[in-house]
Each structure stands twice: as structure tokens, then as C-alpha cells.
């Protein structure tokens, strides 16, 4: 059903930033709870950060709180993610998901829609 697509994706020094963003095909707006994930080589895929579907709650795994900030502009169909103060032990690919649930998951299983992400390189 719902297609999401992520961009904004790069090679960045350690200490830089890089805003994600990932456009759904359809409405968001009281539809959708979102979330990120990011999957690094051979390891297994790890929440980030979820938005409820007003954007009023957030969650976000302990590793980059207060670095990372996930918003989202249902007019636009969008869900960004803000990274600041990268470290290299954020590099993954980074995809976004949406799930019909009513309340924000950090549970990959709980999402049934899925980007096909994009690469997050931060060089030490």
C-alpha cells in the first residue's frame, strides 16, 4: 500500500550532521505512526527513533538522545530525521517505516511498511 522513500543520505566527519527525510505516497496526517531504523554490516535492524501521528510524542533509543531529532510534516507526506553531532558508530542504513498502530513502537515487527533506505557514512 504506502510507499516511502528515504533520501538525504551521505558521507559525513564525525561531528557533522545530515537531516534524512522520507516521502510517503500518501496522506500521514492520523494515519500512520513512523519510525527509523538503521541496520549496520551484518548486524540486525535497530530502532532509532518513532512519531506518533500527530507528531505530539516521540521516542528515540538511549544512543542518540539529544542528538537526533524525528519530526514529520503530514502536509507534505514527510518524516525527517535531524542528526547532529554524528559519530561513526552511526553509520547503517538508515530506513524509515510506518505502522497503522495507534501509539509510537520501537518494535521492528510492529511495522508493516518499509523504505528501501539510504547510507549514513560518518568517517573518525
Known amino acids: 500500500q504506502v510507499q516511502l522513500v528515504e533520501s538525504g543520505g551521505g558521507l559525513v566527519q564525525a561531528g557533522g550532521s545530515l537531516r534524512l527525510s522520507c516521502a510517503a505516497s500518501?496522506?500521514?496526517?492520523?494515519?500512520?505512526?513512523m519510525g527509523w531504523f538503521r541496520q549496520a554490516p551484518g548486524a540486525a535492524r535497530d530502532f532509532v527513533a518513532s512519531?506518533?501521528?500527530?507528531?505530539?510524542?516521540?521516542i528515540y533509543t538511549d544512543s542518540v538522545k539529544g542528538r537526533f531529532t524525528i519530526s514529520r510534516d503530514n502536509a507534505k507526506n514527510t518524516v525527517y530525521l535531524q542528526m547532529n553531532s554524528l559519530k561513526p558508530e552511526d553509520t547503517a542504513v538508515y530506513y524509515c517505516?510506518?505502522?497503522?498502530?495507534?501509539?509510537?513502537?520501537?518494535?521492528?515487527?510492529?511495522?508493516?511498511?518499509w523504505g528501501q533506505g539510504t547510507q549514513v557514512t560518518v568517517s573518525s
Open positions: 517505516a510506518a505502522t497503522v498502530s495507534s501509539v509510537v513502537s520501537r518494535l521492528n515487527y510492529v511495522y508493516a511498511y
Open positions: 500518501e496522506r500521514t496526517t492520523s494515519t500512520y505512526v
Open positions: 512519531i506518533s501521528k500527530s507528531g505530539q510524542q516521540t
